[in-house]
Structure formats: structure tokens, C-alpha cells
């Protein structure tokens, strides 16, 4: 079965309860989705397991690699329990926070089961709990409370989330779950492993350790401290994610937009993978239609020259889960095909660096429109050439030729790869007959069209991006 997809922008998707058996995964494949998303914020081990167990499966029958990102859920700081159920906090109203998980709170006071946060708190800090729906201001605190003032009031229920904006929080991104969660994910063979509430490059360089290789790391960006730190945060990551929902949370809604545009073009012009994701079709978790504000968000990510956007609720909570993606799908292949889109897409590009892998980049990119070439083939053993290849965003599509079925899954995340599993080659006529052969059979070219392939000598050399060779199918 040959699979192609007829656009450039890939589909995330997150599997869930509406989407856990063989059949709708199966569904959601075909109608666009090119990586699946496990989110260990919700459901047990066992779960995810069976998912990436179907996963393979389809991926066999598929003839295609398919990409698994295992999203971990990172620290979430929560408030305790109340006595006899949720309260309704007034504005201007006394709230006490503190650390006695023994007590059930009231309309005073609740737990706080984190001595980390209270220990950085300053009077005139702004507590956000419920996603922002409750907005408190610290009038005094110390290392074990805080007095606060309502300044946005109404109902709150325990165990709600707690964001405390502008403050670098002293804590790991990573708990016990987290590491608990990593190690079961590596175990089932993870493609992208994403890493919640970065704040610094530390909290890369900690999930690298414990990877060791095995996965690509994906920084979810929702954090202030993030934005700060974000060239040298982009260039420790192997793919960015922007996650608006908790971004937006902490930052005021209105910078958010400007904010994901920041992120998308710092990851261009770095290139890494970048994802847009959070609420992209929200109102398809009900409705079959989206709206159109939902449907020009995705068009704006497509247009920014993101690598791939993303479905949560709606693929894995929905009423309506293949038809979000579809309709996902079908914005992005119509935004890709406006005329403007190539200028606009052409017209925010970056200088590459002065570099072997981005020079050569750079060439294929004007041979082949020179050329007018079928297809751009990158043959790489470690993904590296297909990536700064796609960098440069080619009006030609990429074919992402590799030996390695862990580097093709992690491809199908990439803008505009499309991630072919081959042998491994020996020497450069080779490589060159088997792109030609590969284009041909994969529906990107027929006999004499022209292919502009890049790869690296000595061949199976990872990062070694130093040949540009033209080719004529037979």
C-alpha cells in the first residue's frame, strides 16, 4: 500500500477514549494523521501500550512509518480539598494558601502541598488557579503561606490546577511519574518524547541524559521563563511544541498570537520541527463543523510555515474525531495550494548558516526549482540532511530515504518528508539509482524527470551532509 500524502504540513493527533480500538486508529491514519500522540496525563500504562502495539500493526500493513509522541505531564501543581465541596470566592475577599494537606480547606483558606512555590512567592504575585478563571494577588506570605486578596472571583473546586505567572519556579520538569512514564515509553519504542513546562535548558539536558538516544525530545513551550530562554531552548530541543493552553494562561491572550508567530520563526530559521497545537478545532469535540475562526488559527500555523499541528480533545475525547482530522487535512491542503502561500512561505525565509549540511540545503533548494525537478531525495542515516533539507521548505516534495525505521518515524513529524525505509546504501550510484527507483514507485516522478539527491560521505555517517547529485529517472 502506498500512502502519500498530498500536502506538506503533518497531523498530529492524540488517541483517548474515543479513539482506542484498531478500526478508529485505522480511521484516523487514512483521513491525514502522520503522528500519534500519547498523553500520560491521562489513562494507565496499560492503555498506551495496547494504543502503540495497534499502532505498529497499522504501520505494517500501512507500508509507511508512523510516528508515536509520548507526551509526559510534568509537574502540576494542584490545590488540596475542600470540607464540604466547591466554594465561591468574592472579589476582595481573605484566600489562605499553606501547606496543611491535613485539614480540608473552606471559603479561608486550602492546601498548597508545594513548600517549593510558596518559597518563591513575593507580595503583589499573581496566583492564577482553574486555568485563570481565579485570579489571586499575595498580600504577604512566607515558606509556609500565603495571604492573598480575590481579585477575580467565583467557584472553585478542589484539586484545581495552580499557575503562577512570571515566577521561574523552582522545580524539575520532570517527577517521579514523569520518569516512571519515560521509562515505560522507551521500553515500547517512542519516536518523540515531549517534555511539559520547560523552563531553561537544564531541563533539556536532564530528559537527555535519561534518554540516552532513544527517543527525539520534543520542548513543550507554556512558560513565560520559556519565551526568555527561547533561541537557546530551540537549539537544545529536537522539536518544539507550541502549547497555547497554558501559555495562554500565563501570558495575557492577546500576546499569545504574536508569541506562537516568535516560536514558529525561531525554529525555521534554527531549524527544528515546530508544532502548533491547543484547541485548533475545539468546537469539533461537539459540533461536525468547525468554525471559521478555528479554520483560519490552522490556516495561520500553515502559512507561518509550521511543521505540524495538533489534535487533542477533539481526536481524543470528540463526538467527532476522523472528521476533525479531515478537516484538519483538507485547511491544510487548500491553504498550501494558494498562490500566495509560496510567497509568503519564500518571503519569511532565513539565511541558512555557514555550514556544509545548510549549504547544501540551499543548493538542492534552487536546483530544483532551477530544474524544475520531481522530487528532492535526502538518503541520511540519522535524519539530519532530510531536516536541514526541509529547513529551507522546497517547492519540490522530500523523500526522507533511510536504513533506519526509528529515524523514518521520526521524519513523519518533519514538513514536507515524506519518510521511506530502505536498505542500506554503499556507494553514491546506488544511493542515486535507488532515489530514482524511489520516486518512481512512491507516485513523485515518472521516466525522465529529474531528482536532486543529498547525502553524506562517508556513507552511514550521521550529520555528514556533503553531496548534491542530479539524476534523471529511467
Request: charged fraction near 20%.
Amino acid at each position: 500500500m502506498n500512502i502519500r500524502r498530498e500536502r506538506n504540513a503533518k497531523i498530529v493527533a492524540t488517541l483517548g477514549p474515543a479513539t482506542n480500538d484498531r478500526e478508529m486508529i485505522a480511521a484516523l491514519f487514512h483521513a491525514g494523521v502522520d503522528v500519534f500522540r500519547l498523553n500520560l496525563s491521562h489513562g494507565l500504562q496499560q492503555d498506551h501500550a495496547a494504543r502503540v502495539a495497534m499502532i505498529r500493526d497499522l504501520e505494517r500493513e500501512a507500508c509507511r512509518p508512523v510516528g508515536i509522541l509520548l507526551d509526559l505531564q510534568g509537574p502540576k501543581l494542584r490545590i488540596g480539598t475542600f470540607t464540604d465541596g466547591p466554594v465561591q470566592l468574592a472579589v476582595g475577599a481573605v484566600f489562605r494558601l499553606d501547606l496543611d494537606t491535613a485539614t480540608p480547606g473552606d471559603i479561608t483558606r486550602v492546601a498548597l502541598p508545594h513548600p517549593e512555590i510558596l518559597s518563591v512567592l513575593v507580595p503583589g504575585a499573581m496566583l492564577l488557579l482553574d486555568d485563570g478563571r481565579i485570579q489571586l494577588r499575595v498580600e504577604t506570605c512566607a515558606a509556609d503561606f500565603a495571604k492573598t486578596v480575590v481579585v477575580v472571583g467565583g467557584r472553585l473546586s478542589e484539586r484545581k490546577g495552580l499557575n503562577v505567572p512570571g515566577v521561574m519556579l523552582p522545580i524539575s520538569a520532570l517527577t517521579k511519574k514523569d520518569r516512571a512514564d519515560l521509562a515505560f515509553g522507551l521500553g515500547l519504542g517512542v519516536d518523540w518524547v515531549a517534555l511539559s513546562f520547560v523552563q531553561r535548558v537544564e531541563d533539556l539536558l536532564e530528559l537527555r541524559e535519561l534518554v540516552q538516544g532513544r527517543a527525539a525530545i520534543v520542548s513543550k513551550l507554556e512558560k513565560p521563563a520559556a519565551i526568555d530562554a527561547l533561541d537557546a531552548i530551540v537549539q537544545h530541543s529536537d522539536a518544539v511544541m507550541v502549547a497555547r493552553g497554558d501559555l495562554g494562561v500565563e501570558m495575557p491572550a492577546e500576546q499569545v498570537p504574536s508569541i506562537q508567530r516568535r516560536i514558529v520563526r525561531t525554529c525555521r530559521r534554527l531549524g527544528r520541527p515546530v508544532i502548533v497545537a491547543t484547541q485548533m478545532l475545539e468546537s469539533m469535540v461537539s459540533a461536525p463543523t468547525p468554525t471559521r475562526a478555528e479554520a483560519s488559527d490552522v490556516a495561520t500555523a500553515i502559512y507561518d510555515g509550521a511543521d505540524a499541528v495538533m489534535l487533542s480533545a477533539e481526536s481524543a475525547s470528540g463526538a467527532h474525531p476522523v472528521e476533525a482530522v479531515r478537516v484538519m487535512d483538507s485547511i491544510i491542503r487548500h491553504t498550501e495550494r494558494d498562490p500566495y502561500y509560496r510567497d509568503i512561505i519564500t518571503s519569511s525565509h532565513t539565511a541558512p548558516r555557514a555550514e556544509t549540511a545548510d549549504a547544501i540545503g540551499y543548493a538542492v533548494r534552487h536546483v530544483t526549482g532551477l530544474l524544475n525537478a520531481a522530487a528532492t531525495v535526502a538518503y541520511t542515516s540519522s535524519g539530519y540532511s532530510a531536516i536541514r533539507m526541509a529547513r529551507e521548505r522546497p517547492a519540490t516534495p522530500i523523500i526522507g530515504m533511510t536504513p533506519d525505521n526509528a529515524v523514518a518515524r521520526r521524519l513523519s513529524l518533519v514538513w514536507g518528508v515524506h519518510p521511506v525505509i530502505c536498505e542500506e546504501l554503499l556507494d553514491a550510484q546506488e544511493v542515486s539509482d535507488r532515489a530514482c527507483s524511489t520516486a518512481r514507485a512512491q507516485g513523485f516522478g515518472t521516466t525522465g524527470q529529474t531528482v536532486v539527491i543529498s547525502a553524506g560521505m562517508p556513507f552511514g555517517t550521521p550529520g555528514t551532509t556533503n553531496v548534491m547529485r542530479i539524476a534523471q529517472i529511467q
